[in-house]
Structures are given as structure tokens and as C-alpha cells.
């Protein structure tokens, strides 16, 4: 227990300040927990190791969580793990349920951290050398399983898929990066736009845009006369919120943390893909998914749980391995080469105190987090009252200067961010799917990779099936992935025309008693 | 009134001179010719890495010495050139390693020649640590081991990130096989990989025979008991003795420098042909953009010949495991087309 007298005030109120930067961080579109451990990463230099990861593990679990503020109540996913939070937090906002829909989001997240935090604590050596049975063919197969989600996700199966294959299609464009064993040649652009698109278009420029740009046009196509987002909408509608909505849906809180925390173990495979896993877990295997993307709570809590239970996971295999679980603890890592200390397999055993002193900063941060959203809920959540014709020009300005400084500076994310805007309008508007193209968008990349390399080191397609047994069980899990689909596919095309018969019935017998069902 | 006037015109004054004097001394503090917000771009995008250490070591204490405003952006290898291309002010200074002109040599998409494109300026550390490592029950005990299987018909795979630092100790690996076994080079496979994390798994896999690694990321691996899938044993240090030699006596972790020496030169021999052995020291240095005024060159020149003459950044460096290796711009830009030109010989050899 001697690394009780390394905690004192300064630690507890650097984690804390931490956490509410971060959660500023991350609710502002374009702002990242990655962004806000980066800028604050030299000041580990003057704060000392201890004091330095309180503020940097603060800072790591606040922007996680801020990123819920904006998807739920502005549709922007305010970092890429907090996606799927928009499938659900948005329209339960439409109905005038955001603070519910955001306090749930706040319970997800907590739990999803606290189970996260206790797994690392708990097993972080036994699951790094679990990780390590994941190599190039068992990481393709885990991004396809929660690229499955697109079949399940659309309306129109065939549309989504079709939305999904441009996602991918688009995250190809760009070099094959000699850092992931490419060889650097880009594919998919005339030479003139070289200079522009060498690396793709980048991940966030293009999810704000998707989201936010092109929600803010299609706002704008109907004018602003209403005046409020949700004019005729009281914030607190909805009955209010307790508890009670956990009720029956623990195995997925559980379930989600446990996703989130596995996903973020593995290293390479990136935070998004987390929640887009849990997210598709709980439409599978939930006895009622048909309003999941309608406003939702089991969306929620899915998807924030399992996007905060990736902070431990992704500190398992930088603490046991030495080797990052996802982009932010790649920043981290610095914290300790800049202290001069080494993480590998043998940091937990050789530094006892800063693990525990570690485990001490991220559950304080979490409780932290925990009480600032909680409480702060209730004002934020007014954001929808602002007149739409102030808030849309602040979100744009946020959304231009978050685009601009994702890769400190480049101007081309800001026209990224408008094209990907029209891109996203123009969608909506033929009838394609946002949701599947995006997730194709996030995922493509790092599939082909791994479907690359996993071809490369072994030479031949039947190691995708032969693999190990984890393949086996991947296949298993996609398989039943896509087969439910379809089945909930079939399901609702029959419900659809059951009740189009009914209406098309009731309509007959109200004309013929001459419209007496007209006041409905 | 009039009173007041005058009041008026002595705090005026007052207030002039007050701007003045401030001015003069902002004036003072930059009158160098590099000044204002000054952006050191590094070709990594990782701040986990050494390129990332190194730099802010170093561009810490030239902010420090010029009183400027200095800050270093992690923005990887393509985004440093183009954004160093952009700005010939002086505002935007790079700092990148061999990379820079191993990319070139290899032929990798968008490394220019960069004594052609650029500006060469001072060195400023070596990191001693690119290694080769084998799984610790490995059948191969040293880099000999491997060198005669590979001569004997053996396939050895080695795990490398193409076309940089990572690859040099592999291209060199097969031209001494070339000379000593000819003909049977080909039996040693570059398997193409990525990060650290990725040839670390292809080991774990045994997808490859042989990863490149570095001291710094690997030497806990090293540490781990041998029935541990994760564990490896050091086979080849590209350092040179000399360089080796000057590393803090402790070395890094608990590998001590004593231990370090028995992978490098003259103990793990890779010959280059006439009994010369092929050593690879992996140095960071400044690069400019060519149009950028020679007087911000010889400025920063100046300042870190003073800072090195002090002596506490050398400290620094040794205690994060680098080794200082300060050599102002002329000096540094003839050594390193030197060096280039070595190498450059190596790889045409086995193309």
C-alpha cells in the first residue's frame, strides 16, 4: 500500500480537471480524447509521471465520454466511437428525450468504465497473452463481424449493403501505407489530386460531415421558420428518467462493457469498431430489436458502455505488451518514453506504483466523469432550445475549426468536411443509407489490411476458415450475424404489409361511413 | 484644463516609452532572424516513439536558448515534407532520421532525394537500439547460425517494415549472404509488416524466423522465461561498437551495456566485402526548406553548439538511451551524403 503516500490532492484534482477538459474535448465535433492528451502530453514533463497520468488518464476517459453530447442532441458523433450513439440519442432528442437519453448515456459509460478498469486490474497479463492469439486473419474476421451490422442496420437490406460497399470503397481511396506493410502507391484518384488525397480522406472531416454538415443542409432545405431545433418540444418530456430503464437490460450493459473491453485489447483493430460490435450484439440478440435506430435505450447503452469499457481495454496490452490498444494510448505511451520508462511485458511486476497509482487515476476519473454529466445534464441538454439560426452557425464554425486542426492544420480537411457534407445530403436525398456507408467508411480500410496481410503471410483463402478456433467461432458469430438479419429482414417486410392490408382496409370502411375518421 | 493636458502628455509619453522599452525588449529577445511561433515537424506520427523524444529533448532547449516559441508536431513522414515544402519563412523546421534518405534509396513514394530537395542541418542524437531478435527457443543462437542455414538451402523469414531503417539491417544481412553463400540469398524472406506490434505477432505466429525490433521496445521481451510464447532473445545490434560504448554503463532496462555489446561488431560480424563490417547507427537531423534564409541556419547552428557546449542536454539524451551526436549543418551534410552513399551501395547490390 505504499503507493498511497504518492496520492494527494494535486493527483486527485488533476484527474478530475481531466476529465472535464476532456469531456470539453470530446463534446466539441472535431475534438478528440486523442487531441486533448496530446496537447497536454508535454506537460507530463513538469507535472512528473504520477500527477502527469492523472491528467492524461482524466483527459482519456472525459473525451471518451464527451463525444455522447453532441450525437445525441446535434446528430455528430463528437468522436468516431460515439457513432452508433447517434442512431438512437438523436431521434430519442427529436422526441424531446434528450437529457433522458444522455443520462442514460452517462450510466452506460460509467459502468462500461468501472467494469473495463476492473478487468484490467484484474487480468491484464492473462488477457494480453489471450490478445495475442488474435493475428492478421482473427482481427479481419472480428471487422467483418461488426461489419455484418450493416445488413441488419438499413431498411432495405440491398441498399445498406450497397451504402456499405461505397463506405468501403471511399475509406480505400489513398496510398496503401508503408506502415501497414504497404507499399505506399496510391489507387482510386487521378495524379492531380495526389497531393490532397495521399493519405484518404481523413476519418473525422468526414464523419462530421456526414452527420452534422449534412444534417445542418437538410435543416436548412426547410427553412428556418420554425425557429427552435424542437420548437414544440419541453427538454423534460418523456416522464423524466430513473433508473428503472436499466431494468432487464444489465446482460447488455454487461455484455457491451465486456465487448468494448475485448475490442480494445486488441490492438489495431480501433475504437469504433467497439461500440459498432456491441451495437450489432444487441440487435442480435435482444428478443426485441425493431426500434433500435428509433430512439432506443438498449442502442445507448450499448453503445456508450461498450465506448468507455475501451479505455481499459486498450490500456491492457499497452501496460502488458507495451504495445497500444488504440489511437489515444498511442499518444500515452508517450507519457512514459518521455519519463524514460519502458512498457512492456514486464511493466505491471517492475513498476507496482504507477500501476496501482494508474488503476487509482481511471476509476477516480470515471467517478469524476460520472458526477460532472450527471449533474451538468440538465443545462447541456438545452442546447436544443438555442433558435436554430444561432446554433447552426456556431456548430458549422466548431465543426470548420475541429476539421482544420484533427491533423493540426491541413485545409483540405476542411473541404473534406464540405464534400463529405453535400456527399452526405445528396444520400439522404437519392435514398441511400448514411449509417451502413459510414461504418463501411470507418472499417474498409483496416479490413483490407488485415484481409491483405492475412492472405500475404499465409498464402492461401481456406486459412480464413482453418485458422483457429477463435476463426471458427468468428464465422459462427458472422454467419448467425447475417442469417438474423435476413430472417428480422423477412420478419418486418410482413408486419409491413400486414398492417399497409389493415390500413388500406380500415381506410375503405372510413370512406364509406363518410369520413368520420377524419379528426384522428 | 491645463493641467490636465499636460498630465495628459507626460502619462502619454509615459506610456510610449513604457511601449517602447517593451518592444525593444521583444525586439531583443527575437532579433535573431528566426522568429515568432516556430513548428518542428517530425516524420513520425507516433509520440510514443524515439523520433518524438528525441525532438522535443532538443527542440525544448533551443526554445529555451532562442526564447522562442518552439513546438514539435507529430505528423508523420509524407505530411513533414509537404508542410516543410510550404514554408520557406523559417517557421516550419523538420527533424527526421536515416529514413529520410533510406525511403529515397528504396524507392518509396514520396521520398525525394534530400540533399537535392532540402536543406541539410545538424545532427543531433543516434538511437543505438535497432536489433534483431529471435524467439528465445530459437534453433538459430547467433546471427552466424543464421547466415550458414540461409547458405545451406534454410529459408529464413525476417519480419521488416519496407523500405527504410527497418529494411537496411536486412538488405545488409542479404548482401553478406550474397558474398559468403552466392546464390543463396534468396532463401532469405523479408516478410512485409508494419508496426512494432505487428512483427512482435508475426513472431508470436510464427509467421516470421526473425523480427527487427529495437532495444527500447523489445528488451522486457528478452527478460520473459523461455516456456513464454511471448519471449525473444536479442541476435544482432546495427550500432556500431563505438556508438555501443558510449550508452550509459547500466545500458537500458536490466540489460546492461556489457551485454549489449556481445550483438554488435566485432562480435556479430556482417560483412560489406574486404573484411568491412556493415554497421547501421539510426541519427536524427535537422532538415530545412532549401529557400530558407542561410542566416536561420547558422542560427540554429550557434545555438546548439552552445547548448551542447554546456553539456546537460548530453545527459539528458543518455539518460532516454541516446546517444549524443551533435555535427553542425556543413559538417552533418557531408557525413550524411557519406553515409547515404554506403548504403546506397548495399541495396543496388541485391536489386
Given at each position: 500500500m505504499e503507493f498511497l503516500s504518492l496520492l494527494d490532492i494535486t493527483f486527485f484534482l488533476l484527474a478530475g480537471f481531466g476529465a472535464l477538459v476532456g469531456i470539453i474535448f470530446g463534446a466539441i465535433?472535431?475534438?478528440?480524447a486523442t487531441m486533448a492528451v496530446a496537447v497536454c502530453l508535454p506537460l507530463t514533463y513538469a507535472l512528473g509521471l504520477h500527477h502527469g497520468l492523472a491528467l492524461l488518464l482524466g483527459l482519456y476517459v472525459g473525451g471518451i465520454s464527451g463525444g455522447m453530447v453532441p450525437a445525441v442532441l446535434?446528430?455528430?458523433?463528437?468522436?468516431?466511437?460515439?457513432?452508433?450513439?447517434?442512431?438512437?440519442g438523436y431521434p430519442m432528442a427529436q422526441k424531446g428525450e434528450g437529457e433522458k437519453a444522455l443520462k442514460i448515456c452517462v450510466i452506460a459509460s460509467v459502468v462500461g468504465g468501472l467494469i473495463s478498469a476492473a478487468i484490467l486490474f484484474l487480468f491484464a497479463p492473462l488477457l494480453a497473452d489471450f490478445s495475442i492469439k488474435f493475428s492478421y486473419v482473427e482481427k479481419f474476421l472480428i471487422i467483418l463481424l461488426a461489419l455484418s451490422v450493416i445488413a441488419s442496420l438499413s431498411s432495405s437490406m440491398l441498399i445498406g449493403i450497397f451504402s456499405g460497399v461505397i463506405g468501403i470503397w471511399l475509406s480505400l481511396i489513398g496510398d496503401y501505407s508503408i506502415s501497414d506493410g504497404g507499399n505506399g502507391k496510391t489507387r482510386l484518384?487521378?495524379?492531380?489530386?495526389e497531393p490532397y488525397l495521399f493519405e484518404g480522406f481523413s476519418l473525422l472531416p468526414v464523419l462530421i460531415g456526414v452527420f452534422g454538415i449534412s444534417t445542418i443542409l437538410l435543416e436548412a432545405e426547410k427553412g428556418?421558420?420554425?425557429?427552435?431545433?424542437?420548437?414544440?418540444?419541453?427538454?423534460?418530456?418523456?416522464?423524466g428518467f430513473s433508473l428503472s430503464i436499466f431494468n432487464g437490460r444489465l446482460t447488455n450493459l454487461v455484455r457491451s462493457s465486456f465487448i468494448g473491453t475485448f475490442v480494445g485489447m486488441l490492438?489495431?483493430?480501433?475504437?469504433?469498431a467497439a461500440s459498432v460490435l456491441a451495437y450489432t450484439q444487441e440487435k442480435n440478440l435482444t428478443?426485441?430489436?425493431?426500434?433500435m435506430g428509433k430512439g432506443a435505450p438498449q442502442g445507448l447503452i450499448a453503445s456508450e458502455s461498450a465506448n468507455n469499457a475501451l479505455t481499459g481495454g486498450a490500456l491492457i496490452p499497452l501496460l502488458?505488451?507495451?504495445?497500444?490498444?488504440?489511437s489515444t494510448t498511442a499518444v500515452l505511451i508517450g507519457a512514459f518514453t518521455l519519463q524514460g520508462i519502458q512498457v512492456g511485458p514486464l511493466f505491471i511486476p517492475e513498476n507496482t506504483e504507477t500501476w496501482y497509482v494508474m488503476m487509482t487515476a481511471l476509476v477516480f476519473a470515471n467517478i469524476v466523469m460520472f458526477f460532472l454529466m450527471f449533474y451538468a445534464i440538465k443545462y447541456i441538454a438545452k442546447?436544443?432550445?438555442?433558435p436554430k439560426h444561432i446554433l447552426f452557425p456556431i456548430i458549422v464554425m466548431m465543426c470548420v475549426v475541429g476539421a482544420y486542426a484533427?491533423?493540426?492544420?491541413?485545409m483540405f480537411d476542411v473541404w473534406t468536411l464540405l464534400i463529405f457534407g453535400i456527399l452526405g445530403y445528396l444520400v439522404q436525398k437519392i435514398g441511400l443509407e448514411v449509417a451502413p456507408l459510414i461504418i463501411g467508411f470507418i472499417l474498409g480500410s483496416q479490413a483490407e489490411v488485415y484481409f491483405v496481410k492475412s492472405l500475404e503471410s499465409f498464402?492461401?483463402?481456406s486459412i480464413f476458415f482453418t485458422k483457429s478456433p477463435i476463426a471458427m467461432v468468428l464465422w459462427g458469430l458472422i454467419v448467425a450475424s447475417v442469417m438474423f438479419a435476413i430472417v428480422m429482414g423477412f420478419k418486418s417486410r410482413a408486419r409491413q404489409k400486414m398492417e399497409l392490408t389493415q390500413v388500406t382496409g380500415s381506410t375503405r370502411t372510413a370512406s364509406g361511413k363518410g369520413h368520420e375518421t377524419d379528426n384522428d | 484644463m491645463r493641467i490636465s493636458n499636460r498630465l495628459m502628455t507626460r502619462v502619454g509619453s509615459a506610456a510610449l516609452m513604457a511601449a517602447l522599452s517593451v518592444s525593444a525588449g521583444v525586439a531583443m529577445a527575437q532579433d535573431g532572424p528566426l522568429r515568432g511561433n516556430i513548428r518542428v515537424v517530425i516524420g513520425?506520427?507516433?509520440?510514443?516513439g524515439d523520433t518524438y523524444q528525441n525532438s522535443t529533448i532538443v527542440v525544448d532547449q533551443l526554445a529555451e536558448r532562442l526564447d522562442l516559441n518552439m513546438k514539435v508536431d507529430a505528423v508523420g513522414a509524407s505530411s513533414a515534407f509537404r508542410t516543410l515544402d510550404r514554408d520557406?519563412?523559417?517557421n516550419t523546421l523538420m527533424i527526421f532520421h536515416d529514413q529520410s534518405y533510406l525511403g529515397h534509396l528504396y524507392g518509396v513514394?514520396?521520398?525525394?532525394?534530400i540533399f537535392e530537395k532540402y536543406t541539410v542541418g545538424p545532427t543531433l542524437a543516434i538511437n543505438p537500439g535497432n536489433a534483431y531478435l529471435v524467439p528465445?527457443?530459437?534453433?538459430?543462437?547467433?546471427l552466424d547460425d543464421i547466415i550458414a542455414a540461409v547458405g545451406n538451402g534454410e529459408t529464413v523469414r525476417v519480419a521488416i517494415q519496407p523500405g527504410g531503417v527497418s529494411e537496411i539491417g536486412f538488405s545488409a544481412l542479404k548482401n553478406a549472404i550474397a558474398i559468403?553463400?552466392?546464390?543463396?540469398?534468396?532463401?532469405?524472406?523479408a516478410v512485409n509488416t508494419g508496426s512494432q506490434s505487428d512483427k512482435n505477432q508475426q513472431l508470436f505466429d510464427g509467421q516470421a524466423d526473425v523480427i527487427n525490433g529495437t532495444v527500447q521496445a523489445n528488451e522486457q521481451y528478452t527478460r520473459?522465461?523461455?516456456?513464454?510464447?511471448?519471449a525473444m532473445r536479442f541476435v544482432?545490434?546495427?550500432?556500431?561498437q563505438d556508438t555501443i560504448e558510449q550508452?550509459?554503463?547500466?545500458?537500458l532496462g536490466q540489460t546492461s551495456r556489457e551485454q549489449l555489446l556481445e550483438y554488435v561488431e566485432p562480435n556479430v560480424h556482417v560483412t560489406m566485402g574486404d573484411d568491412e563490417s556493415f554497421t547501421f547507427d539510426k541519427e536524427f537531423f535537422f532538415l530545412y526548406n532549401?529557400?530558407?534564409?542561410p542566416a536561420i541556419v547558422e542560427q540554429i547552428d550557434e545555438a546548439l553548439t552552445d547548448i551542447y557546449a554546456e553539456g546537460e542536454i548530453q545527459e539528458t539524451q543518455k539518460n532516454a538511451f541516446f546517444i549524443p551526436n551533435f555535427k553542425p549543418s556543413d559538417e552533418a551534410s557531408e557525413y550524411l551524403a557519406d553515409k547515404m552513399a554506403r548504403y546506397e551501395e548495399i541495396i543496388s547490390n541485391i536489386k
Amino acid at each position: 500500500m505504499e503507493f498511497l503516500s504518492l496520492l494527494d490532492i494535486t493527483f486527485f484534482l488533476l484527474a478530475g480537471f481531466g476529465a472535464l477538459v476532456g469531456i470539453i474535448f470530446g463534446a466539441i465535433p472535431g475534438m478528440t480524447a486523442t487531441m486533448a492528451v496530446a496537447v497536454c502530453l508535454p506537460l507530463t514533463y513538469a507535472l512528473g509521471l504520477h500527477h502527469g497520468l492523472a491528467l492524461l488518464l482524466g483527459l482519456y476517459v472525459g473525451g471518451i465520454s464527451g463525444g455522447m453530447v453532441p450525437a445525441v442532441l446535434l446528430n455528430i458523433p463528437g468522436t468516431p466511437s460515439s457513432i452508433t450513439t447517434t442512431f438512437d440519442g438523436y431521434p430519442m432528442a427529436q422526441k424531446g428525450e434528450g437529457e433522458k437519453a444522455l443520462k442514460i448515456c452517462v450510466i452506460a459509460s460509467v459502468v462500461g468504465g468501472l467494469i473495463s478498469a476492473a478487468i484490467l486490474f484484474l487480468f491484464a497479463p492473462l488477457l494480453a497473452d489471450f490478445s495475442i492469439k488474435f493475428s492478421y486473419v482473427e482481427k479481419f474476421l472480428i471487422i467483418l463481424l461488426a461489419l455484418s451490422v450493416i445488413a441488419s442496420l438499413s431498411s432495405s437490406m440491398l441498399i445498406g449493403i450497397f451504402s456499405g460497399v461505397i463506405g468501403i470503397w471511399l475509406s480505400l481511396i489513398g496510398d496503401y501505407s508503408i506502415s501497414d506493410g504497404g507499399n505506399g502507391k496510391t489507387r482510386l484518384m487521378f495524379d492531380f489530386m495526389e497531393p490532397y488525397l495521399f493519405e484518404g480522406f481523413s476519418l473525422l472531416p468526414v464523419l462530421i460531415g456526414v452527420f452534422g454538415i449534412s444534417t445542418i443542409l437538410l435543416e436548412a432545405e426547410k427553412g428556418a421558420k420554425s425557429g427552435l431545433v424542437n420548437e414544440r418540444i419541453k427538454i423534460s418530456k418523456g416522464g423524466g428518467f430513473s433508473l428503472s430503464i436499466f431494468n432487464g437490460r444489465l446482460t447488455n450493459l454487461v455484455r457491451s462493457s465486456f465487448i468494448g473491453t475485448f475490442v480494445g485489447m486488441l490492438p489495431g483493430v480501433g475504437g469504433s469498431a467497439a461500440s459498432v460490435l456491441a451495437y450489432t450484439q444487441e440487435k442480435n440478440l435482444t428478443r426485441d430489436s425493431s426500434q433500435m435506430g428509433k430512439g432506443a435505450p438498449q442502442g445507448l447503452i450499448a453503445s456508450e458502455s461498450a465506448n468507455n469499457a475501451l479505455t481499459g481495454g486498450a490500456l491492457i496490452p499497452l501496460l502488458s505488451l507495451g504495445i497500444p490498444g488504440d489511437s489515444t494510448t498511442a499518444v500515452l505511451i508517450g507519457a512514459f518514453t518521455l519519463q524514460g520508462i519502458q512498457v512492456g511485458p514486464l511493466f505491471i511486476p517492475e513498476n507496482t506504483e504507477t500501476w496501482y497509482v494508474m488503476m487509482t487515476a481511471l476509476v477516480f476519473a470515471n467517478i469524476v466523469m460520472f458526477f460532472l454529466m450527471f449533474y451538468a445534464i440538465k443545462y447541456i441538454a438545452k442546447v436544443v432550445m438555442v433558435p436554430k439560426h444561432i446554433l447552426f452557425p456556431i456548430i458549422v464554425m466548431m465543426c470548420v475549426v475541429g476539421a482544420y486542426a484533427i491533423n493540426y492544420g491541413i485545409m483540405f480537411d476542411v473541404w473534406t468536411l464540405l464534400i463529405f457534407g453535400i456527399l452526405g445530403y445528396l444520400v439522404q436525398k437519392i435514398g441511400l443509407e448514411v449509417a451502413p456507408l459510414i461504418i463501411g467508411f470507418i472499417l474498409g480500410s483496416q479490413a483490407e489490411v488485415y484481409f491483405v496481410k492475412s492472405l500475404e503471410s499465409f498464402g492461401t483463402f481456406s486459412i480464413f476458415f482453418t485458422k483457429s478456433p477463435i476463426a471458427m467461432v468468428l464465422w459462427g458469430l458472422i454467419v448467425a450475424s447475417v442469417m438474423f438479419a435476413i430472417v428480422m429482414g423477412f420478419k418486418s417486410r410482413a408486419r409491413q404489409k400486414m398492417e399497409l392490408t389493415q390500413v388500406t382496409g380500415s381506410t375503405r370502411t372510413a370512406s364509406g361511413k363518410g369520413h368520420e375518421t377524419d379528426n384522428d | 484644463m491645463r493641467i490636465s493636458n499636460r498630465l495628459m502628455t507626460r502619462v502619454g509619453s509615459a506610456a510610449l516609452m513604457a511601449a517602447l522599452s517593451v518592444s525593444a525588449g521583444v525586439a531583443m529577445a527575437q532579433d535573431g532572424p528566426l522568429r515568432g511561433n516556430i513548428r518542428v515537424v517530425i516524420g513520425s506520427t507516433s509520440t510514443g516513439g524515439d523520433t518524438y523524444q528525441n525532438s522535443t529533448i532538443v527542440v525544448d532547449q533551443l526554445a529555451e536558448r532562442l526564447d522562442l516559441n518552439m513546438k514539435v508536431d507529430a505528423v508523420g513522414a509524407s505530411s513533414a515534407f509537404r508542410t516543410l515544402d510550404r514554408d520557406s519563412r523559417g517557421n516550419t523546421l523538420m527533424i527526421f532520421h536515416d529514413q529520410s534518405y533510406l525511403g529515397h534509396l528504396y524507392g518509396v513514394e514520396g521520398y525525394d532525394d534530400i540533399f537535392e530537395k532540402y536543406t541539410v542541418g545538424p545532427t543531433l542524437a543516434i538511437n543505438p537500439g535497432n536489433a534483431y531478435l529471435v524467439p528465445k527457443d530459437s534453433p538459430y543462437q547467433t546471427l552466424d547460425d543464421i547466415i550458414a542455414a540461409v547458405g545451406n538451402g534454410e529459408t529464413v523469414r525476417v519480419a521488416i517494415q519496407p523500405g527504410g531503417v527497418s529494411e537496411i539491417g536486412f538488405s545488409a544481412l542479404k548482401n553478406a549472404i550474397a558474398i559468403e553463400h552466392p546464390g543463396q540469398e534468396d532463401n532469405l524472406v523479408a516478410v512485409n509488416t508494419g508496426s512494432q506490434s505487428d512483427k512482435n505477432q508475426q513472431l508470436f505466429d510464427g509467421q516470421a524466423d526473425v523480427i527487427n525490433g529495437t532495444v527500447q521496445a523489445n528488451e522486457q521481451y528478452t527478460r520473459l522465461p523461455e516456456d513464454d510464447q511471448k519471449a525473444m532473445r536479442f541476435v544482432w545490434l546495427t550500432a556500431r561498437q563505438d556508438t555501443i560504448e558510449q550508452a550509459p554503463e547500466e545500458g537500458l532496462g536490466q540489460t546492461s551495456r556489457e551485454q549489449l555489446l556481445e550483438y554488435v561488431e566485432p562480435n556479430v560480424h556482417v560483412t560489406m566485402g574486404d573484411d568491412e563490417s556493415f554497421t547501421f547507427d539510426k541519427e536524427f537531423f535537422f532538415l530545412y526548406n532549401k529557400d530558407m534564409d542561410p542566416a536561420i541556419v547558422e542560427q540554429i547552428d550557434e545555438a546548439l553548439t552552445d547548448i551542447y557546449a554546456e553539456g546537460e542536454i548530453q545527459e539528458t539524451q543518455k539518460n532516454a538511451f541516446f546517444i549524443p551526436n551533435f555535427k553542425p549543418s556543413d559538417e552533418a551534410s557531408e557525413y550524411l551524403a557519406d553515409k547515404m552513399a554506403r548504403y546506397e551501395e548495399i541495396i543496388s547490390n541485391i536489386k
